[in-house]
C-alpha cells in the first residue's frame, strides 16, 4: 500500500534552531517525493523534489531509500517558515502524478 | 508562474441539492487535473484523476455518481457533488499538471462547500 507518514503534528522551535520535519513513505516501487508547503491563508506550494537535488529557502531533504524516509531540515529556522507542511509521494507507475500526502505537520517558529 | 484558479471559494447548498466546482488553469493546459479533499486539521485526500477528453479516474471509496467529474477542455475541469448531505462539507482543492509529462503540478485555492 502506498502511504505517507509524519509522525508529528506540530513542531515548535525558536528561531535560530536547527529544524527537522519528518517523513516516512511505504511503496513498493520507486517513488518520487516531494515537500509540499502551505502558509496561512495561501495555496498549497512545492517546496522540493528529492530529484532535484536542491536547496530552497534553507530548506534540504535527502531520500533515504533504505530508511524509506525523506526527512526535511534547515539548519537556522526563520519565522517565515511557520507553515504547514506536507510530504507527499507520487509513484512512479501511476503515470498521471497523483500525490499520496503525509497529514502534515505545522512548524512554529518562535521569536 | 502557472496559476490555477477555482470557482467558487466558498458555497453553501441546502442538502439535497447538487453544486459544481470549477477549477481552472489560467496560463496553461492541463491534460491532467486532481481533485482532493481536506478535513479540517487533516490532510488532503485523493479523490480522482480527470483526464481531458476521458473519464475520470476514481480512487478507491469514492463514489464516481456522487462526485461527478468532467474535463471538457485542456483548461477547465469540474467537480460536481450530487445530493449533497452534510457530511460532504469539506474543503475541496484541485491541482493541474502542466504538460504531457514531469511532475509540475499547481493548486487551486481551494474551495469550501458546506452543506445545511
Known amino acids: 500500500a502506498q502511504r505517507v507518514t509524519q509522525p508529528e503534528k506540530l513542531l515548535s522551535v525558536f528561531k535560530g534552531a536547527p529544524v527537522e520535519l519528518k517523513c516516512n513513505y511505504s511503496y513498493s516501487g520507486s517513488p518520487e517525493l516531494f515537500w509540499y508547503v502551505q502558509y496561512s491563508r495561501q495555496r498549497l506550494q512545492l517546496l522540493l523534489r528529492h530529484i532535484s537535488r536542491e536547496s530552497i529557502k534553507g530548506f534540504t531533504a535527502d531520500l533515504n531509500k533504505g530508511e524509506t524516509s525523506f526527512h526535511l531540515k534547515k539548519p537556522f529556522a526563520q519565522e517565515e517558515d511557520s507553515a504547514m507542511y506536507y510530504c507527499?509521494?507520487?509513484?512512479?507507475?501511476?503515470?498521471?502524478?497523483?500525490?499520496?500526502f503525509g497529514a502534515g505537520t505545522r512548524l512554529a517558529v518562535h521569536p | 508562474g502557472a496559476v490555477v484558479s477555482q470557482h467558487p471559494s466558498w458555497v453553501i447548498c441546502k442538502s439535497g441539492t447538487s453544486v459544481k466546482i470549477e477549477c481552472r488553469s489560467l496560463d496553461f493546459q492541463a491534460t491532467t487535473m486532481f481533485w482532493y479533499r481536506q478535513f479540517p486539521k487533516k490532510s488532503l485526500m485523493l479523490m480522482a484523476t480527470s483526464n481531458e477528453g476521458s473519464k475520470a479516474t476514481y480512487e478507491q471509496g469514492v463514489e464516481k455518481d456522487k462526485f461527478l467529474i468532467n474535463h471538457a477542455s485542456l483548461t477547465l475541469s469540474t467537480l460536481t457533488v450530487t445530493s449533497a448531505h452534510p457530511e460532504d462539507s469539506s474543503f475541496y482543492i484541485c491541482?493541474?499538471?502542466?504538460?504531457?509529462?514531469?511532475?509540475?503540478?499547481?493548486f487551486g485555492e481551494g474551495s469550501w462547500l458546506t452543506v445545511v
Open positions: 507527499a509521494l507520487s509513484p512512479f507507475s501511476g503515470g498521471y502524478n497523483k500525490l499520496i
Open positions: 491541482s493541474a499538471r502542466r504538460g504531457f509529462s514531469g511532475n509540475t503540478i499547481y
